[in-house]
């Protein structure tokens, strides 16, 4: 399930049986997932920093898993297959919520540091916005992507910053958007696109893909890794 090795106070090596698509820390930094998309019981691993300890959550395979996360002040973790989106208390080992998925494969999933809010990206180019008070349902899906597979979508942690998002895909192009929720839940979300970040030039016959990003945790800058093996910096004008 996992090895712990300490190399020295700055640097521990966990060992997995396998390898990993992917790593999601808790947000108060103890707690961090590592995942598989094999359909296997110990796909998903929760790991526990201080205490040097692993766990697998579920006792069968739920299915193959493309990408978790934390909700930000309760023992929730969404974990997002090909075809479904899950919500499963750790702490009462149950399934909480199931949403319901519009795109045909879903890549990537982020919730919104109030976790009222959900956004899902998708292979078919589709990212699906969640008002999660409201229904299971995705509450607007955008195709900016023009079915080109969406390799990220990220909110921005930061609370003076929190009204960003950002999605990524095959087509070279980041949208940056503007996100306002209101208190009142039958006021409708405000959802404005800002800003279009693109790695090709129209002079270059070779196009490249934009394959992750990541927002800065205080600025609002975004670092994007691209498939021309170089990692760019956006930031505000």
């Given at each position: 399930?996992?090895?712990?090795?300490?190399?020295n106070k700055n640097v521990v090596c966990i060992?997995?049986?396998?390898?990993?698509?992917?790593?999601?820390?808790?947000?108060?930094?103890?707690?961090?997932?590592?995942f598989r998309s094999e359909r296997e019981r110990?796909?998903?691993?929760?790991?526990?920093?201080?205490?040097?300890?692993?766990?697998?959550?579920?006792?069968?395979?739920?299915?193959?898993?493309?990408?978790?996360?934390?909700?930000?002040?309760?023992?929730?973790?969404?974990?997002?297959?090909?075809?479904?989106?899950?919500?499963?208390?750790?702490?009462?080992?149950?399934?909480?919520?199931?949403?319901?998925?519009?795109?045909?494969?879903?890549?990537?999933?982020?919730?919104?540091?109030?976790?009222?809010?959900?956004?899902?990206?998708?292979?078919?180019?589709?990212?699906?916005?969640?008002?999660?008070?409201?229904?299971?349902?995705?509450?607007?899906?955008?195709?900016?992507?023009?079915?080109?597979?969406?390799?990220?979508?990220?909110?921005?942690?930061?609370?003076?910053?929190?009204?960003?998002?950002?999605?990524?895909?095959?087509?070279?192009?980041?949208?940056?958007?503007?996100?306002?929720?209101?208190?009142?839940?039958?006021?409708?979300?405000?959802?404005?696109?800002?800003?279009?970040?693109?790695?090709?030039?129209?002079?270059?016959?070779?196009?490249?893909?934009?394959?992750?990003?990541?927002?800065?945790?205080?600025?609002?800058?975004?670092?994007?890794?691209?498939?021309?093996?170089?990692?760019?910096?956006?930031?505000?004008?």
């Amino acid at each position: 399930m996992g090895s712990y090795e300490l190399i020295n106070k700055n640097v521990v090596c966990i060992s997995m049986l396998n390898y990993l698509s992917g790593i999601r820390w808790h947000h108060n930094g103890d707690y961090f997932a590592t995942f598989r998309s094999e359909r296997e019981r110990a796909a998903l691993v929760i790991h526990r920093f201080t205490k040097f300890e692993s766990q697998i959550p579920f006792s069968k395979s739920i299915g193959s898993i493309q990408d978790v996360a934390w909700h930000p002040r309760k023992p929730l973790l969404y974990v997002a297959c090909k075809q479904s989106i899950r919500c499963f208390n750790l702490e009462k080992s149950k399934m909480n919520e199931r949403y319901n998925v519009t795109t045909n494969w879903v890549t990537r999933l982020d919730l919104h540091s109030s976790a009222l809010n959900m956004i899902v990206g998708g292979l078919d180019g589709k990212v699906c916005w969640y008002d999660m008070d409201l229904s299971h349902a995705p509450y607007k899906t955008f195709n900016f992507h023009s079915n080109f597979a969406v390799r990220n979508v990220q909110f921005h942690k930061h609370h003076k910053y929190s009204h960003l998002w950002a999605t990524c895909a095959d087509d070279g192009k980041i949208y940056i958007f503007y996100c306002k929720m209101f208190r009142d839940k039958f006021m409708d979300p405000i959802l404005i696109p800002l800003n279009i970040l693109t790695v090709n030039s129209s002079g270059k016959k070779q196009r490249h893909r934009f394959l992750d990003i990541q927002w800065h945790n205080t600025q609002p800058w975004i670092f994007a890794a691209c498939s021309d093996g170089v990692i760019r910096k956006f930031v505000s004008k």
